[in-house]
């Protein structure tokens, strides 16, 4: 009998195309549909190809399930801990989109600190010819950048600022080994000596809130905070008070708490530069994630083993 796999969302052609050639596919648009779907309908599930959603409630309603294929590198949607304790593998695309995160992380730092979007707004209002030169800048130039998360992204990041001269330095739980980049174990000490930080570490409980108020006041009035992680490693309400009273200089953000929404107070600060959760979002590395999407539900189903398993279920697939 063929493989049944569960396609929940709007994936590229290709994916559907593919997945069709190796799997008899039930294909629906999102969550709610999921939810009127009967029990005798996802009784013989097995694969399941998601856009990095799925709580264990979900994952408890397909009792054949045996791999869940998530979209993204960050899996902070799926219950990991859940699937594996079921004897579900996860599988999520990293890697392939390290140099667009890390390209729109700088494109995000040059536009905060250079302050892009104002100066354009400055030219097209016709404030050059009415009042002369736009106000100067700041470079980013021999600054001290600290890394929040230097795993697989922030490693991308670190090595493309070596080119702008900036000193970088790092914090995780863990030093990283092989690195020659300064460790601080304690953030808000990183943040007291760095011009800028970078949040780039996963979602979830234990990076909730990570940058925090005192962390936010250690960067300080002349700082400027860069998240391309997830909203939740940031306190949003404490980064919003900062920069309406000037303890933080300013910001570039990729992420927020409650996507779609994003906080009205920020949409009119000069000080900080907004985009739509678009770190990888080309069409060269969407390509590549959703290759990856379909490679390890082939690759598990047909091999036996997922090319790339979350750490939470890594065991699962070596042994
Ligand atoms: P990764 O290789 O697993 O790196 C994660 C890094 O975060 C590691 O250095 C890890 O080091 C550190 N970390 C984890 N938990 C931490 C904690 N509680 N406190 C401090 N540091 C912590 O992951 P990646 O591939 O670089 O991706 C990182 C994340 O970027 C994803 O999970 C996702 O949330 C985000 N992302 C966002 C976009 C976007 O569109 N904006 C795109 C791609 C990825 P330790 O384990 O030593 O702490
Ligand atoms: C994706 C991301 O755009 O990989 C991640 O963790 O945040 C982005 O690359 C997102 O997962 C879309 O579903």
């Known amino acids: 009998m063929t493989t049944q796999v569960l396609v929940v969302g709007n994936f590229f052609p290709s994916v559907m195309i593919d997945l069709k050639e190796h ?3 039930l294909h629906i648009q999102n969550f709610g549909e999921l939810a009127q779907m009967s029990d005798n309908e996802l009784a013989n599930v097995e694969g399941f190809a998601t856009f990095g959603w799925a709580p264990a409630d979900v994952i408890d309603r397909m009792p054949s399930l045996k ?23 996860v599988t999520h695309t990293p890697n392939v989109l390290n140099d667009d995160v890390a390209n729109t992380t700088i494109m995000l730092l040059l536009a905060t600190m250079r302050c892009l979007i104002e100066q354009n707004q400055y030219l097209r209002d016709g404030r050059w010819v009415k009042e002369g030169n736009a106000p100067l800048t700041r470079s ?75 962390v936010i006041e250690a ?4 700082g400027t905070l860069i998240n391309v992680a997830r909203g939740t490693v940031v306190d949003e309400q404490a980064l919003v008070a900062a920069l309406q ?3 933080l200089g300013s910001a570039g953000l990729d992420v927020f708490e409650q996507e779609p929404k994003v906080p009205e107070a920020l949409l009119d600060m000069n000080n ?13 590395t ?34």
């Open 23 to 25: 799997f008899d596919l």
């Open 67 to 89: 791999l869940i294929s998530s979209f993204g590198v960050g899996y902070d949607g799926v219950a990991a801990d859940h699937a594996a304790s079921r004897g579900v593998v």
């Open 286 to 319: 969407r390509q590549a994630m959703s290759d990856l999407v379909v490679e390890n539900l082939v690759s598990h189903f047909e091999k036996g083993a997922a090319v790339a398993p979350v750490p939470e279920c890594a065991h699962l697939v070596e042994g």
């Open 272 to 284: 900080v530069v907004l985009t739509p959760h678009v770190a990888s979002a080309t069409w060269e």
């Open 245 to 247: 009273d000037g303890r």
């Open 140 to 214: 980013i130039a021999g600054k001290k950048v600290g890394i929040v998360g230097l795993g697989r992204i922030g490693d991308a990041i670190a090595h493309k600022l070596s080119v702008f001269n900036c000193t970088v330095v790092y914090h995780s739980r863990n030093p990283k080994d092989g690195t020659d980049y300064a460790y601080y174990g304690d953030l808000v000490e990183m943040a007291r000596d760095c011009d800028v930080l970078i949040a780039i570490t996963p979602g979830g409980p234990a990076t909730n809130k990570l940058i925090n108020k005192t």
């Open 219 to 222: 960067l300080g009035p002349e």
